[in-house]
């Protein structure tokens, strides 16, 4: 079974603190994915990685940035977390290059954050 | 660019009863279709998919779901509601050359089943 962990599933942290998120897959995936899902709004993508070392910019960057050192272990970072970034921050992996797994992704049990 | 409209957040049925959750989509290339069910307090799990193989696609746990080109539609459906049934489900799209795969989720229906 493909595993995704997630570093925390509640955090709660100040206004102007800096953030880590972590994420971890055990399969081997090229691709990974940090989402934050909001009532009303589904998920939305905030970066990706298909290689170790890459990164690109999903529908909602600002505010966050991310490092991707290992295959398995993908970071979000918030640099200075705002209230408006109280949400809740799922991780997900995919294969890449295989059209028979198009679109399959395997997610965390997410990270529920507040920022007050 | 690809979006995905799902209608109604929230879908009230009981126990024994048709599910229905809608999905709309916009795409000018043939997509592929997604949906994945969040349980509570966990994430989200692939339910079925369409990758222009058969327009009837049969998911786990009795679901299925017709994609239909000329309504833009991919309609989710169970027979027969169970009271494990109860989660959030989640419409995407994805295009068969998206860099990295990328998935554009619908905001979610949450399924209330009551006994």
């Known amino acids: 079974d493909v595993k995704v962990t997630q570093s925390s599933r509640y955090l709660v942290k100040r206004t102007g603190e800096k953030v880590f998120l972590e994420c971890v897959q055990d399969m081997d995936h090229e691709n990974m994915f940090w989402y934050r899902q909001d009532p009303g709004l589904g998920l939305r993508l905030i970066y990706f990685?298909?290689?170790?070392?890459?990164?690109e910019k999903g529908d909602i960057p600002e505010g966050y940035s991310v490092s991707r050192e290992k295959k398995e272990r993908f970071s979000l970072i918030l640099e200075s977390a705002s209230t408006n970034q109280t949400s809740m921050y799922l991780c997900?992996?995919?294969?890449?290059?295989?059209?028979?797994?198009?679109?399959?992704?395997?997610f965390g049990p997410g990270t529920r954050l507040t920022v007050t | 660019a690809q979006s995905v409209t799902q209608l109604g957040s929230h879908v009230s049925v009981s126990e024994g009863a048709l599910v229905l959750l809608r999905c709309n989509y916009s795409?000018?290339?043939?997509?592929?279709l997604f949906w994945y069910v969040q349980y509570p307090n966990q994430g989200l799990q692939l339910l079925l998919k369409?990758?222009?193989?058969?327009?009837l696609v049969k998911g786990i746990n009795g679901f299925e779901a017709e994609f239909k080109k000329s309504e833009t539609s991919f309609h989710l459906t169970k027979p027969s509601a169970h009271m494990s049934d109860a989660a959030e489900y989640f419409c995407?799209?994805?295009?068969?050359?998206?860099?990295?795969?990328?998935?554009?989720f619908g905001g979610g229906t949450r399924v209330l089943v009551k006994p």
């Open positions: 997900a992996s995919s294969l890449r290059g295989l059209a028979k797994v198009l679109g399959e992704q395997y």
């Open positions: 995407a799209v994805t295009l068969i050359k998206a860099a990295g795969n990328k998935l554009t």
């Open positions: 795409s000018s290339v043939p997509p592929y």
């Open positions: 990685s298909y290689d170790v070392k890459m990164k």
């Open positions: 369409y990758t222009s193989a058969a327009t």
